[in-house]
């Protein structure tokens, strides 16, 4: 195809599968290690081999992550433009995000527990991209010929990245108050083992929900901002600010859902697991606004590439 | 929304919430139980708001797509104009959901400007006296300096002022002094502001609503434009503000070209376009094209769309030419195969009308004529020619992109290309005399927007300070030590207390403690 380097675009398509393969074992090793330290911890031995492994796989999570960017870098060279033109390259960004924001908190905060929870979407949603969502390497549509493609997509694709790293983490803070709501029904009933199994290995349910709420105060203000980018570019594009698009009108209801959980998490009575469950639900509206506004709803934002 | 957005460890007795001093109990409970319950009812809003946004996204709605709301009506004639009465369509303009945002807006206003008022009481407020066991609040510190306690505590001060705390010094008698510092006001500076930029966003919203306009208007090459509401060929006029308030602009469209993807995507649009921005002022160039609109006078002019204008010459018997103009024929998919009619309604014995379809690269297929690609690479016209009365003298308003051929009679069609002539029955001639391209613009002018571009900054703005600033307050108190060799000597004790998010502070409290004791 006219403006696509070859080479450069096969050379991508190859990194993209080796960086599916190293997240994908990586995830296996946070798994066992996790399996491994729940044994060993009851066991009281064998907690260092657990924590190899665990190292391990953190190792692997960052040359994935490399061959990530590469992967990223060569597609864009290919086309000769950013590489977020498509569901597939949208999708694969958002992995990167995600994966880069587990690997920062790592730097800052004994956090390898999410591994294997963070890595397992990533794992999915990259394979999703690279089956069903994949799209060769294509040059651009003109509507989207625009330096705000840059500043719009890149803060839309921050903020997903970060919203899915927080998805995970209240995912495991709602499990987590699960099992201390059981535990608290007293010793003896059947759930105790499973509590000293699993709630003995996760944080505790206050400094999940805590971590959680780091992340998406993080993710909220840089989704406003695409938000608002947005706005200014479809000023410029389709000569309106805001039309209630589809796919406006879910990226409001996602920041709705959220403003509501950031309210939530102020009020007495709604702190906690409803809190919880409000960003969840702000997460699938997130999500209905990439893939069902996308592929199902027709309406401007028709990039997909999904044939 | 009458709380800080975040509010972690909030200990009623240490709270550096701005509350009327003093603080009588029954007070106390009355002010919780009200921004209980509005937080509460903004809380309601806020979900019954994301949840009747979404059946906009799942039917069709007029504002954006009118035709799939025809189609949902013939396809469900009884469901139809049952959820039309529902406003279902129109969402977005429906009673009921403007009822849900102004409910909010209410309950915001309702909440805000107590809060101003208090956070502008907090401002001025001098950061509070040491509680007197400082040992006693989550991170602490004890040390002892030789010096007298006047000295240390105003170098502890400085310290603090340096790290821009507001603090308060005190006498606590009997050679004792303690310093109270807060820091961290910003938060609720940053949430009043982001609350305050959404009301006036709506603001900005409605002003582009009530004194705003826009229209379309279609140009074929080498035509031109004024900015009269006469001129638009759909024209939404601002709900208040008059129509001669529009800028007396006018453009030329010289040439518009587009370029192709050799699939058929589209690769560019360009219209380029010589304008004025008053009537004795000197044409300028512009290039109109996706992502880069022509700014005049505060209205915006943008590409919108494109398609072909075919140019048909008419010459009766005799040979004189009695029609030559551009048609646009619109196109019906994205490979550009249009349909249009040509009506010829003088000049000949009897009035003349033709329907057309036209490919610009023509493809036949067992299943009829298409194109197999946007740009005019084979171009074809095939026509079919109307004798008899068009009905332009009826009185009655009719579609210059339909012919009421029950009423005509069929004289021949013919597949022409450009150059290629055709002569009916009673000897008229038809030419395809070539090709042209129109471009259709939608002229839009928005007073509000800047208003809505401010407000959008200050909301990120201020969400970033209410997210990320952190409140804090702390205390150091110098108190005299026995002193047995002469030498002036003093304990002092801090201790610090974070209100929000206490992660970090032991290790910025930690820094602190070590500028003081340098």
Known sequence: ?307 | MTETLVDDTATAALSTAPAPAPPSSRHRLRGLWRSLTSMRTALLLLSLLALAAVPGTLLPQRGLNPVKVDDFFTAHPKLGPFLDRLSLFDVFAAPWFAAIYLLLFASLVGCLVPRIRLHARALRRKPPAAPKRLERLAVNGTWEVAGDAEATIVRARDVLRQQRWRTELRDEGDGAWSVGAEKGYLRETGNLVFHVSLVVLLAGIALGGLFGYKGTVLVTDGGSFSDVPSSYDVFTPARLGSESALPPFTFTLRKFTASYQPSGEPKSFHAYVDYRSTPDAAPRPYDVTTNHPLSIAGTDVFLVGHGYAVRIQVRDKQGKLVYDKDTPFLPDDAMFASHGVVKVPAGLPHQLGFTGFFFPTYEPTPFGARSSYPGPDAPVLTLAAWQGDLGLTSGRPQSVYSLPVASLKNVGTKTLSPGQKWTLADGTTVTFAGLDQWATFQIAHDPGSTVVLVAAACIVGGLLSSLWVRRRRMWVRAVPSGDATGVRRTVVMAGGLARTDADGFATEFDSLLRRMKD
Not at chain 1, 36 to 54: L, M, N, P, T, Y
Not at chain 1, 69 to 85: F, L, Q
Request: a positive charge; proline letters at 3%; glycine letters at 8%.
């Open chain 1, 1 to 307: 195809m006219a403006g696509v380097n070859v080479s450069l675009a096969h050379a991508s398509d190859v990194l993209f599968t080796w960086t599916v393969l190293c997240y994908a074992v990586a995830m296996f090793g946070y798994s066992v290690e996790f399996a491994f330290a729940r044994i060993a911890r009851s066991r009281g031995d064998q907690v260092a081999k657990a924590e190899r492994i665990g190292r391990f796989a953190v190792g692997l999570t960052v040359a994935g992550w490399l061959l990530h960017i590469g992967s990223v870098a060569t597609r864009g060279a290919a086309v000769d433009r950013v590489p977020w033109g498509n569901m597939y390259e949208f999708s694969t960004m958002v992995a990167l995000v995600a994966v880069t924001v587990f690997l920062a908190l790592l730097t800052r905060q004994p956090v390898r527990f999410l591994g294997a929870f963070v890595m397992t979407p990533v794992v999915l949603y990259l394979g999703l991209a690279g089956t069903v969502l994949y799209a060769p390497a294509a040059p651009l549509q003109p509507i989207l010929n625009s330096y705000w493609i840059k500043i719009h997509v890149v803060a839309a694709i921050t903020a997903s990245g970060a919203f899915m790293v927080s998805g995970v983490i209240t995912l495991l803070y709602l499990t987590r108050t699960w099992l201390d709501r059981r535990a608290s029904l007293g010793p003896g009933t059947a759930s105790v083992a499973e509590y000293n199994g699993l709630a003995r290995w996760l944080p505790s349910a206050d400094r999940l929900d805590r971590l959680a709420y780091k992340v998406i105060g993080f993710a909220f203000p840089v989704w406003t901002f695409a938000i608002i980018a947005g706005a200014i570019w479809a000023k410029y594009a389709w000569s309106r600010y805001w039309g209630w698009d589809p796919k406006e009108t879910w990226s409001f209801i996602t920041w709705v859902a959220y403003a509501a959980y950031l309210h939530a998490r102020a009020t007495a009575g709604w702190r906690g697991r409803r809190a919880a469950v409000l960003s969840l639900i702000g997460f699938g509206c997130l999500m209905v606004d990439y893939y069902v506004v996308n592929t199902v709803i027709s309406g401007l934002h028709s990039y997909a590439g999904v044939s």
